[in-house]
Each structure stands twice: as C-alpha cells, then as structure tokens.
C-alpha cells in the first residue's frame, strides 16, 4: 500500500503525491566526483605525502563522499508527500520513521522558490507556514513546484468552502 492510504479517513481523497527530485542525488554525486577529483590533484601536487599515506587518505575521503551519496539516496527512497483533500502529510524515515500532518485550514502562507537549474529541471522549494507547527516548513527538491503549489492553493479554497458551508 502506497504513502499515506493507510491513514486517510473515510471521505478523504489523495489530491497529489510526490516524492523529492532526483536532482538531489545527482547534486551528491557530483560533489563525490568533484571532492574526489580535487583530493587527487592536491596529493599530486604535494608530492610530499608518502604514496601509502596518500593512498589511504584518499581512500577515506572517496569513503566519505560514498557514504553521503548513500545517505541521500536513502533520503530521497524514504521520503513522501502527500496532498490529501483535508490535510498536507509526509514522511521520513526508513528505520525510525515521522509522520507530520497538517490541515489545510492550519496553513497560512505558501511561498515557491525556484533558481535557474531548478526552473530548468522543474523542481524547487516550497515554503509553508502554519499555525499548528512553530516556524515555517520548507520542502526542498519538490518536482513540478508550481503544480503541487496550485493544487495545494485549490485544495485550500475547496477546504474552506466545505467548511463555510458546514
């Protein structure tokens, strides 16, 4: 069963569902190549450093950019958003897990950030702002931002005018 189903009340309907953009791990991956490519030109000019040395050095960098590149891909497989007809909901995790929820009536403010490369590959951060939650909520990597921004901003209005009418 797919993220949130088993938690949706009776009537509720998933509007929108998503996950982060895969940019994110490409933006790991890079940094690996790049941290990598440096360390071994450094070595390489230093020429001071004893082969063995500089060997295992590197070796425990390489290992470090490693370990990152899976930590965000471990990130993005185990991260979900939801767009519900009553509520926002996602979660993290994949030994320990959280669940936030918020309704639609609790947010106050959606703000959309999107830089160039993002424009250009169609994801970017949402903001959110909520009187149930201290401080703002920020969404990174959201893909197609501007369409789960409008969906959410519609879902918000149609929230509001079930419950005038109630």
């Known amino acids: 069963m797919e993220f949130p189903d088993d938690l949706l009340a009776p009537g509720e309907v998933v509007a929108y569902r998503f996950r982060p953009h895969p940019t994110i791990l490409i933006n790991a991956l890079a940094w690996a190549v ?8 450094v070595m390489a000019q230093l020429r001071t450093v004893p082969p063995s040395e500089g060997i295992l050095t590197a070796w425990a960098v390489w290992f470090l950019f490693a370990a990152n590149v899976i930590r965000t891909m471990l990130i993005w497989r185990f991260t979900y958003y939801a ?7 996602w979660r993290t995790g994949m030994i320990s897990r959280n669940t936030i929820e918020i309704p639609l009536s609790k947010i106050d403010h ?3 950030g999107e830089g160039l490369l993002a424009r250009m590959f169609k994801y970017g951060d949402m903001t959110l702002s909520s009187t149930s939650i201290k401080g703002k909520i920020v969404w990174r990597a959201v893909p197609e931002v501007s369409t ?16 005038t009418i109630a």
């Open 110 to 112: 959606i703000n959309v």
């Open 83 to 89: 767009l519900t007809t009553t509520r926002i909901m």
């Open 34 to 41: 790049v941290g990598t490519a440096a360390l071994m030109y």
């Open 148 to 163: 789960v921004r409008t969906v959410l901003a519609r879902l918000r209005q149609e929230d509001q005018e079930r419950r």
